[in-house]
């Protein structure tokens, strides 16, 4: 997947570290600002595919990424049963 929506992203105008808090209200912060980017999906896309463990993307905390992907992965398994 390319990278290229990056240079259109939100968080271009904070400093990276705002994207990888240490607690819950620092992912609360984060989440606003990504609440209206213009490349939120792709964001959040990128970061499902490529396994990105730490910081908000496209919105998602870690923990939010690692229940859509569980999800995804049921999914997928319900639908290969014969």
């Not at 994207?19 to 209200?25: A, E, I, S, T, Y």
């Not at 490349?39 to 870690?62: F, I, K």
């Not at 990424?65 to 319900?78: E, N, P, Q, V």
Request: overall charge positive.
């Amino acid at each position: 997947m390319g990278t290229e929506w990056m240079a259109d992203g939100s968080c271009r105008a904070y400093p990276a570290a705002v994207f990888f808090p240490r607690d819950g209200l620092g992912v609360i912060k984060a989440q606003k600002i990504c609440a209206n980017c213009p490349v939120r999906e792709q964001c959040l896309e990128y970061a499902l595919v490529e396994h990105v463990d730490h910081g908000v993307w496209g919105g998602t905390s870690e923990r939010e990424r690692r229940r859509l992907t569980r999800a995804h992965r049921r999914r997928l398994a319900s639908t290969d049963l014969p």
